[in-house]
Nanobody, 123 residues
Framework: QVQLLESGGGLVQAGDSLRLSCGISGGTFSRYTAAWFRQGPGKERELVAAMTPFGVTNYAMHVKGRFTVSRDNAKNTAYLQMNNLKPEDTAVYYC?????????????????WGKGTLVTVSS
């Protein structure tokens, strides 16, 4: 049974940085596209960033230049580095794994979800 576990969320001020981590158990991350979604208060879950096993990346327009997705297959871990955080980045962030080798990850294509980690950005 594949399980994903996020860590690294918290309360920060606008302009600060955070790095989220996502570990996988029961599987090998190198087989999956690693993705990060988020769901803000009263909003739908949306794709933030993704990286295929081959290193191809995709970012949502509103995080480009601020967020960086990466992965360490040897450690079975994916990361989301978030810089210059804004109050509108406040959300629960979810790690996801998609067996398709595409960086355009859809909600419907995700094979496994983490339980999420809360990021709160104060102004």
């Amino acid at each position: 049974q594949v399980q994903l576990l996020e860590s690294g969320g918290g309360l920060v001020q606008a302009g600060d940085s955070l790095r989220l981590s996502c570990g996988i158990s029961g599987g090998t991350f190198s087989r999956y596209t690693a993705a990060w979604f988020r769901q803000g208060p009263g909003k739908e879950r949306e794709l933030v960033a993704a990286m295929t096993p081959f290193g191809v990346t995709n970012y949502a327009m509103h995080v480009k230049g601020r967020f960086t997705v990466s992965r360490d297959n040897a450690k079975n871990t994916a990361y989301l580095q978030m810089n210059n955080l804004k109050p509108e980045d406040t959300a629960v962030y979810y790690c996801a794994a998609d067996v398709r080798a595409s960086a355009y990850v859809l909600l419907s294509s995700v094979n496994y979800w983490g339980k999420g980690t809360l990021v709160t950005v104060s102004s």
